[in-house]
């Protein structure tokens, strides 16, 4: 299995999204952790299938989970 790290910033994000949508539905708030955690283990797993964000920073990529974009290298 492989594994993946997320940065500080990425965490403050994620808690900050996750706040924001609990505050209208906890559910969504879950789910969206959940989402969020998938991709991760996913990319983890398949590392080039997100789009290249090369023109932003040599070796970027990243993957939609609208309306968000989890930018990886």
């Known amino acids: 299995m492989s594994n993946y790290s ?4 990425a965490i403050e994000d994620i ?3 996750c706040e924001y949508l ?4 906890l559910d969504s ?3 969206f952790l959940d989402t969020i955690e998938q991709k991760c ?3 983890a ?3 080039n299938m997100g789009r290249s964000y090369a023109e932003l920073s040599p070796e970027l990529r990243g993957i939609s989970t609208n ?3 989890i930018f990886y290298r």
Request: zero cysteines; proline letters at 9%; charged letters at 15%.
């Open 41 to 43: 283990q996913m990319l």
């Open 22 to 25: 609990s505050n209208f539905n």
């Open 6 to 9: 997320l940065t500080d910033e």
């Open 15 to 17: 808690n900050e999204i």
């Open 45 to 47: 797993q398949f590392p």
């Open 67 to 69: 309306p968000y974009i």
């Open 29 to 31: 708030a879950h789910q």
